[in-house]
């Protein structure tokens, strides 16, 4: 009985490693984002509080070079002024003159009309009495950006316009972010594969853990004897931890249910012991039974009544010596008696069967059909034999005279198996009834119901032999066409029989 696939222990996308590391990451990817936009906030405030302080030092040397020289141009020559400086005067919204400091060279350039148009709208909104309360602006120039400000020219009565370049500024800032997002992926990355080394290293216990689960999930439970040996190792079952703790709980679960196992298989072993024993103890009283019950029938004379009584005494006991044989097969097949293996033409014998089956159950129509060259199989023929009388017993049981039996011996090449199909056109299996076709004592359905007595046992008997040839039988039925199917390994030639041992009869 298995619990898990093995596709278990594969990774799947929401393995506990994948979701730790994903959160790992997110996290590390949300703190590099929240410390990336505030370490650049804080750059750009302070770069751009340090060119405020540049450009009112540049206004003041500005206004008070001016004063008995209104000459934009003369502006530029105060000491101190820095290149990439600009001067423009307006006055009554006309540029009057302007001129900037070429960053390069240092030289004067004059300014051209179009940049006006951007100095008018500064000079309208942004004009401050003095130098000590401004608020500066950005200003795309045909020179570039500009950070300007706009004061009183009180030596001219007009509006002077002063600023600093924004370009080794916004490139700062440029390079500050890429910078930033560089350090940032690098930490990421690096986090992700130490994360992912160190992740996988803790869980290594808690996988350990997990193969044992799954060792033991694919035990055959539903078998005999299942002796469960794995247990968590003595490392991983320390209580106090997580996975120790987990560890512990599984190691005493596998010893409980291994204590259950050992309970079920000793109480199973009882029975099939009791069951051989007594069927084995009743086969002599009922052979003598049997055999006083013949003696009476031949030598005594009875009235009608009687004889009818003595035939019947023999024919049940004739069904109970069937019965106790039958059970004392199923108890040797249980306790994994061996078979006397050699190697058999499948087809030949199921021929041999049909063909007694023609004489012996002649109200039936019966078929052989061979659709393989050679299905030859390593088994025991006389335990093959009884399978496959049981099952055309079976079709001849449960169902109506006239009915057609058809009987198929095939090769599937995918697995390397002989197929016998037992096909019969009766009255069907009903649905209900279908899944426990091969369970001891399970007696047939009303539709299937024929004159013969059943025991109930000759189905299980044969999944028993064919299980123990390691073959599998199933059953498929609907009315008119009801199908069992057995499949066994064909024999290999270069694989040996097994040993011969005692066979089952």
Not at 83 to 111: I, M, P, S
Not at 132 to 141: G, Y
Not at 331 to 346: M, N, V
């Amino acid at each position: 009985m298995s619990f898990f696939s093995p596709s278990t222990k594969v990774s799947s996308p929401h393995s506990l490693q994948r979701k730790l590391l994903l959160i790992l990451l997110t996290s590390l990817t949300a703190v590099s984002v929240l410390l990336g936009v505030l370490y650049n906030a804080g750059m750009r405030q302070t770069l751009m509080d340090q060119l405020n302080s540049q450009l009112r030092l540049t206004t003041e040397r500005a206004l008070n070079y001016s004063q008995g020289a209104p000459a934009v141009n003369s502006r530029l020559d105060a000491p101190g002024q820095s290149a990439g400086t600009l001067t423009a005067r307006f006055v009554d919204k006309y540029v009057f003159n302007g001129g900037v400091l070429d960053e390069r060279t240092g030289e004067l350039q004059q300014l051209s009309q179009e940049d006006a148009i951007p100095m008018v709208d500064l000079e309208l909104s942004d004009v401050h009495q003095d130098s000590d309360n401004f608020h500066p602006v950005r200003a795309h120039l045909t020179v570039g950006d500009y950070y300007l400000v706009a004061v009183k020219d009180s030596g001219s009565n007009g509006i002077l316009i002063v600023g600093l370049p924004l370009h080794s500024t916004d490139m700062a800032l440029r390079g500050m972010a890429w910078l930033t997002l560089f350090i940032a992926l690098i930490l990421i990355a690096g986090a992700g594969l130490a994360g992912s080394w160190l992740i996988s290293r803790s869980l290594a216990s808690l996988k350990r853990v997990a193969s044992v689960a799954a060792s033991v999930a694919e035990e055959d439970l539903d078998s005999g004897k299942v002796a469960l040996t794995q247990r968590v190792p003595a490392a991983d079952a320390v209580p106090g931890t997580e996975v120790g703790n987990v560890g512990n709980a599984l190691n005493a679960m596998i010893s409980n249910v291994s204590t259950a196992l050992t309970a079920r298989e000793k109480s199973q072993a009882q029975m099939r012991q009791f069951v051989a024993d007594a069927s084995h103890e009743l086969r002599t009283p009922l052979s003598s039974i049997r055999g006083y019950t013949e003696l009476l029938s031949a030598t005594e004379h009875f009235s009608p009544d009687g004889q009818r009584s003595v035939d019947r005494v023999l024919q049940q006991s004739s069904r109970m010596g069937t019965l106790v044989e039958n059970l004392l097969l199923l108890a040797r097949l249980d306790e994994e008696s061996s078979f006397k293996r050699s190697s058999l033409d499948l087809s030949m014998l199921t021929a041999d069967i049909t063909e007694d089956f023609k004489l012996t159950a002649s109200d039936h129509h019966w078929k052989f059909e061979c659709l393989a060259e050679q299905t030859t199989v390593f088994g025991d023929a006389a335990a093959l034999r009884r399978v496959i009388t049981n099952l055309l017993a079976n079709a001849r049981k449960h169902t109506s005279a006239g009915n057609t039996v058809t009987v198929t011996i095939d090769q599937d090449d995918d697995t390397d198996e002989a197929v016998l199909e037992v096909h019969d056109t009766g009255e069907g299996i009903a649905p209900e009834f279908l899944p426990k076709v091969f369970e001891r004592f399970t007696r047939a359905d009303k539709a299937r119901s024929g004159s013969d007595g059943t025991t109930g046992l000759g189905l299980p008997i044969a999944k028993s032999i064919v299980e123990a040839h390691g073959g599998s039988i199933s059953v498929r039925s609907e009315p008119g066409n009801t199908v069992f199917e057995v499949r066994l390994p064909l024999a290999d030639e270069e694989t040996e029989p097994e040993t011969p041992q005692a066979t089952i009869k």
